[in-house]
Every structure is written in C-alpha cells, then in structure tokens.
C-alpha cells in the first residue's frame, strides 16, 4: 500500500489536471489547493497537515459527503487504527476553529453522524486566469510538473514567470486561454499582441519584485530550514546548513549568490557551520552528533570531508573561523577553569592550543578574525546565561577589549567589515533579531536600516560589498481555555492564527474586546479585536511595542516600546489616536500595569541600577520606588491589596509579593517558578500560571488556589507558552504558542 506523502504526493500531482479549480473562495476565506494556503480577507492563516488536508478534500466535492473511510484511506496511513478517531476529531475541530465555524450550527463543515462530513457553503471559482507575474526560478528546485512560460525579452535577457491565479470577468478569461493556447502553438503574432495588453501588468509585476528584493534574495530554495550562512571571501557562493528529516538530505550545501546552482557536500545530518578559508577553495565545518564533536575540511568544489579533530570533550559549539593564513581553525570549547573559551586548532597536525581568556563562568563563542588577520571578535556570554556582548581582542592572544553594552543576545557569529573598521552583528537589544555595526576601535552601535527583524548570523565577503544573513520568520497564534457552564470542564479554542507574531493577550474589563502584540502590519505594534479576534484594529505605529494592558475602565491601553534607545511607557486611547509618552528617560522602562483603581501604573525599571518595580501616576508625575531588592513584571491583584511580582526578568524567575499599602517583600509560597516574568496572572481566586519545562512533565497550564492552598492542573499544552493572561473572575485564559519558525539564508541588500 501507497504511503501518506505518495497518496499526497499523487494528489496534488492529480489536482493540476482536475476539473475542480484548485484556488475557490467561500465566505471570507480563499483557499489555496495546490500550495495548501488560506487566507481571510486577504489575511494568510495558519492551517496545514490533516486540517488543511480534510478542507480540500470536502472542497473538491462541495454537498457531497465524505466518508470517515475516505477520509483514514486519503489522510491517514495505513497503520492508524485505534488513534484515527481521535486525530479525525482533532483535525476536524481545529479546521472550524480556524473557520470560525461550530458543530452544531455549521456555515462550512457539517457532520453527518458516524458517516462524514460535508462542505455546505457557498463556493467561488478564483482560478479563472492565469496572472503572469515575474518570479525568481531555481531550475534545481521548482517541481519538473510545475507549468513555467519564458518570454524572450532581447537577445540576452530571459524573464521567467509562472501562473498565478486571480477572478475576472469572462472576456478576461478567454483572452487569457487564446494567450495560453497561443504561446504553446508558437503564435509570435498573439504573444506580441498579448504584450502589449498586458504591458501595464507585467511593469507593476517588475515593481513589486523590485520591491521585494529591495530588502534580500532568499538564496536557500529547499523545501527544509536553511542556517549557518557562509559567504565567500569573493562573494560569489554562499554555504549554508540544510536541516531535514529526509534522509541523506541534510548537511553542508553551497548555492550561488544569486541562488541558481545547488551542492551537497556533506549528507550528515550533525553538520552545521560552514567556514570559508582565504582563499577560498575549503570550507570547514563542525559535526555534532551524540557519538562525536568534530572539526572536519572538504574541497568546496566537492570531495569527501577530512577530520582535522582529535576526539575532544572541549568541543562543545560548532561555530568557527579559519586565521588569516589558513593554518589553524579557532572554535568554541571548555575551559580547564571553568567556561568555555576560543581555541585554535591547527589544519596540519590537529594541534590545540587556547586563545581566549574568559572569566570565571563566562563562555567565549563565535569566533571572527579581521580581513588584515591581526583582530578576533567574539561572543562573550555571562556565567548567568545572560546577557552576550561583542569583544575584540589580538589575533595572537592578549587581552580583550568590550565593544558593545547590549544587555541582550547576540544571534550568531559577529562579521567584519569588508574594509575591517567595523563589526556587523545580530542583537535583540530592540526585541527582535535585528543587524547592528559599530566601529572595531569603539563607540556606539547604528542599526543597519533596511535589513528587517528575525535577521541572524550576518557574513560579509571579502570584496563585492555582499553580506548574507539567515532570516527567521517565526509565528504565534492566540489560544483561549474556558470553563464551560455546568460541566466544570476547560474547553481549549484558538483565537488567531493568522501568519506572523501574535502575543500577549488581554480581555477588556467589559470581557468583549481583546488587546494583543502582533507584527502582521510588518513591525511589532499593539491591536485591538473583538474576543474572537475578528475585527482587528492596529493601535499603535511606534516601530516596536508591547506588553499591552487595559486600564479597569477600558478606555486606555498602556504599553511599552522597544525600538531604538531605552524603552518607555506609553498610554493610548482604546480606540486609537495619538500615543501619549508617560515614562521615557534614558532608562529601560518597561512591562506596564494599572493599580485595580487605575489611578497607578507599575513598571519595571532598572533606574536604581538593577531592575525593580516602581508605580507612576496615571496622568504623569513622578515616579515611586515599590520594591528594594529585585522586582520586574508587576500585577496587582484585583482586591488592589496585594502585589505580585515577577523576581527577575530570565526564565524561570520567582514569584514574589508586597502590600500595596507597604510592608515586607516576600516569596510567594503559592508558586514557585513560572516558566517567564509572563507567564502568569492574577485573578479573584488564585494565580494561574505555566510552571517551568521539565524532562518528565508536560507543559501545562496550573491555577493555584487562594482559599484552598492546593494547585491543579488546569490544561495540557503542545508547548509552555511565555504569555499568560487570565481574566479576573478566572474562567478564562488566554496564553500564546508558538508555531514552527520558517528559516532561510538570503543575500542583504544592504552594503555592511
């Protein structure tokens, strides 16, 4: 019997050739068949695997019923038994949580008992042209079934594009057919006469690719994660990590710089780091495996790989970088005295020897050496884990020099200039990963504007001004658990899902509105929606928000800014406006709260030189101190006698309380460890909260109780979410997951 990925394979082999359109439209949403994409109003959602799965099957057959068997024969292998009920129940339940659609009254899904389903609403056909729009094409990547159209523009010039399907009228529709039914009959006459018709769009296609490759070209065009971008010292290939399950399909990968040729040069599934020599011909790169840390070479033209390693338990990161005369290899280990630090491997006889000198528990990583040989860069993390900061130091040993003062994470290898004076690397001093420079001799680091957040591990080429970078596009849903009237039983939903960020959310007082972070409109703002996240409205455009909270009248929203310089507090009108600033110095302010009467707004700041939660005034004034030894994301509880508070802001912190009318700060006995300074909430009964990951337990959602002294688990998760937020009678709970994160190297069109 066929496996699922032929079964599925097949189909969509099958679905280019159907009658039925393979892009239809119902209600609000568009769905996508052959790419299995939807979107609502234009919004991308977020729904794959068996949901989407089940859509376009009941689609393709709209007022028919599909069977349950149809459904295990088509979805499911061919080993699922006891569990199929389950998963199809599942499956089914999140394609009308996405749809918005329920069981009992159906708009799209309706269940025919202990039979099927069917599609009952009302379907549109948007295939009806074929849109030729221009598209980048990797002839080693795109699908051999895939249609492709080449229009010789002059002698030397080749556009490619590819359908792309939009609603038109009839005659749109036919003219469209004759085009297509023209150029492959090798009509000139018809091609030349649908140029020029079509002249206007193909210009606006030309713009809108310009556009998007204003910012970066996606070099990685593999259908796994791409990481570790390397590129070479002339600027012409890049080496990258390929991540897949599929075997022999990970390893070490060199693609062009524009993306147009593809080579495997390792199929370990523990390769990762690529490094460049100087002159270009080997690239090194780490294998980590449960069974070896090691450093190894190969030809970057191809060849079988060499071990320059001796088995060695101070191999602990994969990071390296090969010294100006390509002798040795600097990479990451374990300090005989504690930490970790830089060491130089030699490529000709395996020889180790240290070259950084870490403080105690510090850990010296990502090592990078200036064009002219005579510098290193790094990466030094504190004992604690937090925070990272760039140093330089001499090539050949010495003391190192601090560069930066992020109090945030370094994301991958520092890089050099193409001329040596500065250092490119990626921070999240602004939330996001973001590409910072700064001089090598000092000063204060400019970000590199144009190269958009979730950039990472930026590498710059010795000359041709090119830099490559990996980009991360993470995303986030919404999720609601509620306690159902008269069972006593939480009943999980998902709120929003559409593609992107979207975190941090909060009920109005009035429970019919919803306050959330997302960064759908391109940087991370404050929305606002209804409770089901249906009509959304973007309140802010500071460039950088978050950690919104309702006042108790829920007339305003306070929040705070993470954009260039220190953070603020802010206040803005619940139906927009214009923001007003109402703590903004030249400290970190942040994670704002209002006192239950709403005449306060507590916040976290690191004015008295560590963090602590102070209060202000809701119309401005001065700041109040409220804790003396540590404090940093504060809730006051709803009574407004007590105030709970976050001990730090790293993983795991403590829960600590105080009387808001004064008195001793104290540990709360309730809970320990939440799992984030965000991850729980007080209410009239108890504290909801995530407890910290553990090898032997699931992450849950556990609510401790006020009268009873006793925790209970409240819901099992996929995964600890780092928001929770509760409402005050407790029967709700709203908390964010995080979906699978797309990564891909791509070439920044921004001169380092």
Known sequence: MRSRSDRICARRVSAMTSIYPQRVRFGPFEADLETHELWKNGVKLKLGGQPFEILALLLNRPGQMVSR????????????????????????????????????????????????????????????????????????VVPPATPVIALAQTASTVHTFTGQKARVSTRRRLAAWVFVTAVLAGSTLIVHRWWESRGAEIKEGRERLGEARA????????????SDPAISPDGKMVAFRRNSYAPAAAGIFVTSSYGKALTQLTQHPGDCCPAWSPDGKMIAFSRIATDEYGIYVVEARGGAPRKISHEDPRKKRGELAWTADGNFIAFSGDSPKGGAQIFLV??????????????????????????DGTQMAFVRTSGAGFPEEIFVMPANGGAARLLTYDRAAIMGPPAWS??????????????????WKILASGGTAARIEGTGTGTWHPSVARQGGKMAAQKILGSSGIYRVSLEEGTGKWAQTIVTSTNGRNEGPRVSPDGKRLVFMSDRSGSLEIWASNRDGSDTTQLTNLHGCGTPRWSPDGLSVAFDTTGNGPHAVWVISALGGTPRALV???FDNVVASWSHDGKWIYFGSNRSGQDEVWKIPAEGGRAVRVTQYGGFAALESPDGTALYYAKTRYENPELWQI??????????????????????SVTNRGIFYCPPEEA?????????????????????????????SATPDGREVLYDQAEQDESSVVLVHARP
């Open 659 to 680: 009387p808001t009318a004064g008195g001793n700060e104290s540990r709360f006995p309730g809970v320990a460890h939440a799992k984030s300074w965000a991850a729980w």
């Open 696 to 724: 032997n337990r699931s992450a849950s959602i556990d609510f401790y109780d006020f009268e009873t002294h006793l925790t209970r688990q409240v819901s099992l998760l996929d995964r600890s979410p780092f928001w929770l």
């Open 215 to 226: 910012l970066s070209n996606t070099l990685t065009l593999v259908p796994d994660p791409a």
């Open 418 to 435: 193409e001329d040596g004076t500065s250092i490119i690397f990626s921070s999240t001093r602004e939330g996001d990963p973001t590409l």
């Open 346 to 371: 030699s490529v000709n006889d395996s020889s180790v020897r240290p070259l950084s000198e870490p403080q105690g528990q510090d850990r010296d990583w990502g090592p990078s050496f200036s064009p």
């Open 69 to 140: 068997e149809e459904l295990q024969k088509e979805i499911w292998t061919a080993d699922t038994f006891v569990d199929f009920n389950h998963g199809l129940n599942a499956a089914v339940n999140k394609l009308r949580e996405t749809l918005s659609d329920s069981a009992e009254e159906p708009k799209y899904i309706e269940t025919l008992p202990r039979r099927g389903y069917r599609f009952i609403g009302t379907i549109e056909n948007a295939v009806s042209e074929v849109k030729l729009t221009m598209v980048p094409v990797n002839p080693e």
């Open 584 to 586: 903004k110095d030249q």
